[in-house]
């Protein structure tokens, strides 16, 4: 299993959200070159895409958005 505090993990100044949907986006990118690939992954996606966050291979840009 999983563990969630992984996201707390990442070197990066984002919200945990932002970490959340961001390595939930990957995962899903991840499985989906798979199945075009017609590759069988043997880690579950979520788990690559964490340690690819963690090892600094992606990255959450933060975006500033200024109110009018």
Known sequence: ???????????????PYANVVAIAKRARKISED????????????LKIA?????????RVNKVNVEED
């Open 50 to 58: 964490i340690a690819e966050f963690i090892d600094d291979k992606y």
């Open 1 to 15: 299993m999983l563990n969630p505090n992984d996201t707390y993990n990442l070197n990066q100044l984002n919200s």
């Open 34 to 45: 798979a199945e075009a690939n017609h590759e069988i992954i043997s880690e579950k996606p």
